[in-house]
């Protein structure tokens, strides 16, 4: 899509008088950054960032029996799932593929789903396929996704919406904000705690700005995003997952819950199970990288002889640890931590260790943990 | 003492045969927070508007052209200790590498302050 097709979202005039860079992403136009990258990385960190999410799908999925019809799509074991709590899941295809990940929340007698915002049109063609006939499925195009994260996030929040911080991480709920109907829910994508909240387009700009006026509040544009998501290990999709790569190699055998693994019945099964069984022959590791040059999505990981064992899927310097920082799917053989690995980018070798992710300790605030 | 630009968004400041080369201003505002440039050594031969060096910003890396052809006798060793220099003095500490002209004629296609300014105001 080009720069003149990329559509608009309810925000867009928001960011630009509030000195955005704009770009074009997942078919719209979307703020790469304001101030700048590290500053607006380090803020999310120490304080609390605004980002515009509205780009991604927000779907509701209604009807009868609704858990045996979502689990023949997700690998999630939904009988666990409590009303207004989320889960982490993903969308599969028949060779275990990832078609794309996504969090799905039980609200009452239906499910909210949050899926990317690149890959939403065609998940919406996947679950009407794969759904039965009696069930709902609504593209919610009227909503706008707004994310508030970081340690202080929850305290410009509450004074806005009284009640969110008795969320804990992965539950949500409708609230208040400002007189306008909001759900919120405690969760994210940076590693820190914070809160995902969804609300009519037509309201964006009044909650925008009400947030905004917090004084732990800054905006936040999608470089930071992805800096922040790559120190807390958190793959992004079309680039560490797509629909060659199975959850077990992604690392994510944790969505595929106990009761599913024991009796599969969910898309890709066959293979996924097979390799929770014998482990996989690649898999998604973090490598800390020696020196101080970025190495990036696209670079090789070469054995002893320079042949391609593998490759990097996401790369770029991290402002908290100083230092380069990828994720790369490496040969079973080197996966573990502390193995040595070299990578090549533009005919440079570099060296790189596997280390555990994330790389920047996660912040949530889990129930029952002491504050 | 000159200084003259490219349309790749370097500048050269010209004494005698002697030049230093940079990335611009408006260069370092475009890339954003700099966080590593790999410089070329002394005495590596550079050809006009081939690559002498790379910047990489937090999202991405990019070359930097030769503004001309030349011999570099010094590369700016403080850029590897704090590659920000070039986010915050482009045009003054935070420049890249010197280097000999081998022939001060490539300048005359080069633009000069006023004439970059205008550039820069259209892309």
Known sequence: MTDAAAALLPLNDWHIARGARMVPFAGYSMPIQYEGIIAEHKWTRESAGLFDVSHMGQLLITGEDLDSALEAILPADLSLLKDGRLRYSLLLNDSGGIVDDLMVTRRDDHFYMVVNGATKQGDIEVLRARLRDDVGLDHLTSQALLALQGPKAVDALARLAPGVAELTFMTGDAFELGGMAAWISRSGYTGEDGFEISVASEDAVAVADLLLEQPEVKPIGLGARDSLRLEAGLPLYGHDLDEEITPIEADLGFAISKRRKAEGGFAGATRILAELEQGPVRRRVGLAVEGRQPVREGAMVVDGEGNEVGKVTSGGFSPILEAPIAMAYVPAANAEVGSSVTLAQRGKLFQAKVVPMPFVPHQYVRKGAAK | ?123
């Open chain 2, 1 to 123: 003492m000159t200084v003259h630009y490219t349309e790749e968004h370097e500048w050269i400041r010209v004494e005698g045969d002697t030049a230093t080369v940079g990335i611009t201003d408006f260069a370092q505002g475009q890339l954003g927070d700099i966080v590593f440039v790999e410089l070329p050594g002394n005495g590596q031969q550079v050809t006009k508007g081939g690559e002498a060096a790379v910047v990489e910003s937090v999202k991405a890396a990019s070359d930097v052209y030769a503004p001309v052809t030349g011999e570099v006798t010094e590369a700016n060793g403080a850029l590897t200790d704090d590659p920000s220099l070039v986010n915050t003095d482009p045009e003054g500490e935070g420049w890249f590498f010197r280097l000999r002209l081998s022939d001060t004629s490539e300048l005359d296609g080069l633009m000069d302050a006023d004439s970059y300014k205008s550039f820069c105001e259209n892309q």
